[in-house]
């Protein structure tokens, strides 16, 4: 009994130490280096390996779905319903199932609408408009219906932007459960109202009238059940987007007869929708060396002018995917172009480009062109493009990504004197660098299926890393908005951040963290920490064992270590569950030369060392004789001996102490070398790799990369040596600011001076609170209260 009572408290000791993270209880010191595994991140299991790979018990639900639905272009609404065949994967039996009701958001009671905060100041134009909105119109799901594959009713309960289904029966382990949907909802004003989704109409003087439908989150959609947190239904209250399970889609959608539609997948039924030139020139896309018009400018400027009655029915299927969205008009221009692709099942991809006229000739010139540079950069990257489409529409919506279509806003603007659409430079990069960005997401997270309510960064921020590539890969000279370090600077340095790995709904500045921080530490990993080459083995390997799959952050983490053969710890620790900066200082440089012992040389050093002391000021000024100049009787040896100069007896020690010393002293005090002894002083916190440029007398440079490890006995001060026959003449610490060093001021021994610009003010310029209009300066002015004048 004793032995299995000592056995039974060895057990709780061993799993305590495992569970608890090292505690320091002495000194200040602190180990920026010991491992994530068994404080941040979760144990490894059967469904996720400590690789960072799927486990040998993975497992992730199936959904498809058959979905019929009805525009009402009038009335600005849509009716549908839907067959869902909801396939149960994983080892548990589930006795309901959660769906997403994303558009429940746009209810007067809803968390997202009750939640809203404003700064208490100033209100915009476009604030008024929605708060006015809201007071007359309601959006949200109406008209719900749930039916079994029996036709009996089945119950359900909303909760927000969330269904709950109760099942008539257990789904059990690898069985499937059929269902029905019905479904309304009226459709939102993006420009008014806000949203991923929604409706824009050209109603202003001098415009067509007519409208272009962005259809997203327009279904009733099964929420995840996933190994790692069982049924995800948190509510969509804004910016956690939607993590959601793979499947297929066999879409109909019944939009007035002139309409063109975009949408997730393949239109199946195009005999039907397009004319026989428009058809043609569909195939002839498929091998044009440049986008060609599927339907072109003037077909769009007659459809616009001559409106339909009827209706017609678009067919679409598209398979393995997570979501199902379209981009519905009359205005839609469509150009086309086949792009070569390395995926097998797709050789060809079609990218194509849907927009109004109020969108050339910015979106003829580059929207399909900047699709083609994405399949091929993000294909580099990560793997070949897995879908026959890849689609950019232009609407309401400013930037939104779904399965094989995106919907992207920049437009031209009319030029004031001729009335003609132009564009802006910044109009042009604005498009192409959100279309690569938003197709970009059709990797990241439409296939790499993160889960982007909990973790914005683990798309976005990878997404945008990546959009950076391709950017710098279209023009050297893109003016990226995200991924060069320097832009970091400004947010490392501010109040209110919070860690990369705060969830979605949570963060205060949400670009910044979501987005640009994430890239830009991805782009110090790659150029900095790891090289080009172990990063990119690494990453494109997290992307093929996470393809079509779902990862969390753990996974990415645990990849990257191990594949690029690295200990990484330190870096998620510091970029990613810190609110640290990197700010490292070059504080000092000492020079030291070795001792040879020998005097001759040693006595020299010493003289030499002493004459750069300056002399007495005092004794400088002395004007009179000193009492050693003008009385000899007063010298001694001391005053006549040369302090300088070896003595027999110096010399003749250092002969024996050479006589009687072993090779290896001998070796070292021959050598001739300078001991540079660098003090680098961490005051960001956030440690990393210290790259030191040395500049030395004889016109030379060296740069070198000292590992982040140098920080792992003290994170807060080190001193670091470097040994040379040169002659440092200057040091720089990251020379090219590639870490987001936020002040690079004191990076430089000796210290730079730095050339900044004042500007020049005028005079009058300056403010005068004496010249205001309606104060008349007297000579008393400064006695008694300025006198008020009467404007005529």
């Not at 340095?493 to 990369?500: A, G, H, K, R």
């Amino acid at each position: 009994m004793l032995k299995r009572l000592l056995l039974a408290s060895c057990v709780l000791l061993a799993s305590s130490a495992a569970a608890d993270p090292v505690q320091q209880t002495k000194g200040k010191f602190v180990d920026k280096f010991r491992q994530l595994e068994g404080e941040e991140w979760p144990t490894p299991t059967d469904y996720r390996n400590a690789a960072g790979e799927p486990g040998y018990r993975y497992w992730q639900q199936k959904v498809d779905y058959r979905i019929k639905a009805s525009l009402n272009e009038a009335a600005k609404s849509i009716t549908g319903s839907e067959t869902v065949t909801y396939t149960n994967n994983s080892p548990d039996t589930l006795r309901y199932v959660w769906l997403l009701l994303d558009q429940n958001g746009y209810k007067r009671n809803s968390i997202s609408e009750l939640t809203a905060t404003t700064s208490g100041k100033d209100v915009s134009v476009g604030a008024v408009r929605r708060a006015k909105r809201m007071q007359e119109w309601e959006g949200g799901f109406n008209d719900l219906t749930v039916t079994g594959a029996d036709g009996q009713p089945l119950k359900f309960t909303v909760n927000d932007t969330l269904m709950r289904i109760d099942l008539a029966q257990p789904l059990k382990s690898g069985e499937t459960l059929t269902f029905n949907i019905g479904w309304s909802f009226p459709i939102a004003e993006a420009k008014v109202v806000g949203g991923r989704s929604g409706y824009e109409c050209f109603t202003k003087p001098g415009e067509d009238g007519n409208c272009i439908f962005l259809g997203a989150q327009w279904f009733p959609r099964l929420a995840v059940y996933s190994d790692y947190e069982g049924w995800h239904n948190k509510a969509f209250i804004g910016s956690g987007e939607f993590t959601l399970e793979f499947g297929d889609y066999d879409v109909e959608l019944t939009v007035p007869a002139d309409h063109i539609i975009s949408a997730t997948g393949e239109l199946t039924n195009a005999s039907e929708v397009l004319t026989a030139a428009q058809a043609k020139r569909f195939n002839d896309a498929k091998t044009a060396a440049a986008p060609i018009y599927v339907v072109t400018p003037d077909e769009a400027a007659a459809a616009e002018k001559a409106k339909a009655t009827g209706t017609k029915t678009w067919k679409f299927k598209a398979q393995n995917v997570r979501d199902f969205a379209f981009g519905s008009s009359r205005k839609f221009i469509w150009d086309a172009q086949g792009v070569k692709n390395g995926d097998p099942a797709h050789p060809v991809v079609m990218a194509m480009s849907f927009f109004p006229k109020e969108a050339r000739p910015l979106w003829d010139a580059y929207s399909t062109k900047s699709i083609a540079h994405t399949l091929n950069v993000y294909g580099k990257f990560a793997f070949a493009y897995p879908y026959p489409t890849a689609q950019s529409v232009n609407g309401p919506v400013g930037g939104m990504e779904y399965p094989m279509i995106t919907f992207n806003g920049p437009r031209p603007v009319k030029d004031k004197k001729t009335g003609e659409l132009t564009y802006t430079e910044r109009a042009k990069y604005g498009l192409i660098g959100v279309v690569i960005h938003e197709i970009g997401h059709i990797w990241f997270p439409m296939t790499v299926n993160s889960d982007e309510r909990q973790w914005t960064w683990l798309d976005e921020g990878i997404n945008s890393f990546i959009q950076f590539q391709a950017e710098k890969e279209w023009d050297k000279d893109f003016p990226s908005r995200r991924g060069e370090p320097k832009s970091m600077i400004e947010y490392m340095l501010s109040e209110n951040q919070v860690p990369i790995m705060t969830n979605s709904e949570s963060i205060p500045q949400f670009g910044n963290n979501s987005y640009g921080k994430p890239a830009a530490a991805l782009v110090i990993l790659r150029e900095t920490v790891l090289g080009r080459e172990k990063f990119d083995f690494a990453f494109k390997e997290y992307s093929r064992r996470w393809q079509f799959k779902r990862p969390t952050p753990y996974d990415f983490f645990r990849t990257m270590e191990e594949a690029s053969g690295t200990d990484l710890d330190w870096f998620w620790r510091g970029w990613f569950y810190s609110t640290d900066h990197v700010d490292i200082e070059l504080a000092d440089v000492k020079k030291a030369r070795l001792n040879t012992r020998d005097p001759v040389v040693e006595k020299a050093w010493d003289k030499l060392q002493d004459d750069k002391q300056p002399d007495s000021v005092t004794a400088g000024r002395n004007t009179g004789k000193t009492v050693v100049e003008t009385d000899p009787a007063t010298k001694d040896y001391y005053d006549l001996d040369d302090k300088w100069e070896p003595t027999a007896k110096d010399k003749k020690k250092y002969a024996d102490l050479m006589k009687d010393a072993d090779p290896e002293l001998k070796e070292a005090l021959a050598v001739k070398d300078s001991f540079y002894n660098f003090t680098f002083r961490n005051k960001g916190g956030l440690v990393m790799p210290v790259i030191l440029k040395l500049d030395f007398t004889d016109g030379t440079s060296e740069t070198v990369r000292i590992p982040a490890e140098v920080w792992r006995y003290n994170p807060q001060q080190v001193t670091w040596q470097y040994v040379t026959t040169k002659t440092l003449k200057q040091a720089e610490i990251d020379p090219n600011w590639e870490t987001a060093d936020v002040d690079p001021s004191n990076n430089a021994f000796p210290r730079k001076i730095d050339d900044v610009r004042a500007n020049v003010t005028d005079a009058e310029e300056l403010p005068n609170r004496m010249k205001d209009d309606d104060v008349v300066v007297t000579p008393d002015s400064t006695k008694t209260q300025p006198k008020k004048v009467e404007k005529k």
